[in-house]
Each structure stands twice: as C-alpha cells, then as structure tokens.
C-alpha cells in the first residue's frame, strides 16, 4: 500500500456545517469531530488541505473578502491547513478547476510536493469523487443529506461520518488498485502540467484567498 502524504478535504458539507453561500464567519459551525479528525491526522504527519467549489464569486453572491473572512474562522477553529484550493468560477465557465475536474487536487498536490497517487480526498458528493479519480488519487465519500444514492453506491470507499473517514484512512484502507496506488487518472499527466504551470494562477490559494462551496446549489 503506499503511504498517504496529504488528505484535501471538501469543506462545506465534509469538514463545516453547509450554509449556503455563507459570507458570516460566525455561521461556521465544524462537523462533528472535525478537529480531533484533523488533528490524528498532523499527528501522523499528513498533510492536509481543502479543496472546493466556490461559484458565489462568479454568481456575485459572495465576495472575496467575504470568503477569506469565512475561511480565516474554518482556520480559527479547525487549524491550520497546509494548502488550499478554490475554484471562484461558475458551472458554466469551463475551467480546468471546478470539481468534478482535477484541477485543485492537482494544484494541491503539486503545492505540497506530494504525488496525487499518496493523496486522499474526502468530500460529500459524487464530484468530490470524480475529481479524485481523475486526478490519479484515492477518495472517500461520507455522505449527507444531499448526497444521492447512486454516488453512494459509485464510490470507492463510504464513511459514515468525518472521523470514520480519517480512521478508515490512518488504518490503511484496502485500495483497490494493484500495489496500493490509484490508477493514473486520465488528466493526471498532461492536466497535472498544465495546472502547475499556466492554470494554477486561475485557483484561489490560502485561507485570505478563498470562497465557499455548497450542496446542489454549487
């Protein structure tokens, strides 16, 4: 099996309470035992990220000052996260970016140094998955309200709550691909490159430079 380097959460629904579009710090509300999650997690000397969508930017229902606010509290009451990704950009926009796409777990991954194969993204839905899977890297879903049952039944691995998640990671789960690793995703070559070099400009980094992202209404 080969090591876990780094876990890039999704944030609203996987590591805070969803609130739709949420540009009040003091709505953030963490899931239960995200910080104890996390914190096993520093422990082992993992690294750790958040990856998400944040189209409230491109609808022009959050601004950015607004988000880095909100994410300065996810910090605040969760720690320190070693890198994050946003994508600011509607469904529409065609980015390279925006979940289900690899672009932020690619970024986040080159970032930390760490090959996408050692990495494990967990999220709520089936485009945390999908983007996990393209980008050549291991997922777990853990599913909420707004998680349909056929994303349930397509994942790799289901948790049914955040520390569940991260136990069933620190155990060493029993990736499915032969010698412990993902099979390479289908952007995870030239896609890789490219986020690295000309897109990686095109994604929001750190906790003064993100959005948040939300359910179905993404």
């Known amino acids: 099996m080969s090591p876990v380097r780094a876990v890039l959460f999704d944030r609203d629904g996987t590591l805070v309470h969803d609130v739709p579009y949420n540009a009040d710090p003091d709505r953030v509300r963490p899931v239960a035992g995200a910080r104890e999650a996390l914190d096993a997690l520093r422990a082992r000397g993992i ?3 958040i990856v998400t969508n944040q189209s409230g930017i491109a609808r022009r229902l959050l601004t950015e000052t607004d988000v880095r606010r909100v994410n300065a509290r996810v910090e605040e009451l969760l720690g320190p996260f070693d890198v994050w990704a946003v994508c600011p950009h509607g469904p529409d926009d065609g980015c390279p970016c925006r979940k289900p796409r690899p672009g932020m777990v690619l ?3 080159a970032r930390l140094g760490a090959d996408p194969a050692h990495c494990v993204v967990v999220g709520d839905i089936g485009s945390d998955v999908e983007a996990a899977r393209r980008a050549g890297a291991h997922a777990v879903l853990v599913p909420t309200p707004v998680t349909r ?3 349930t039944a397509a994942a790799p691995h289901v948790a049914r709550s955040l520390p569940a998640a991260v136990r069933l990671i620190l155990d060493g789960p ?3 691909a032969p010698g412990g690793a993902p099979a390479p995703g289908p952007d995870a070559g030239a896609a890789h490159e490219r986020v690295a070099a000309g897109h990686a400009g095109r994604v929001r980094t750190g ?3 993100e959005p948040p992202r939300t359910g179905r209404y993404l």
């Open 174 to 176: 029993p990736w499915e």
């Open 149 to 151: 049952p056929e994303e």
């Open 47 to 49: 690294r750790t990220g």
């Open 107 to 109: 970024d986040a991954a």
């Open 207 to 209: 906790p003064e430079a």
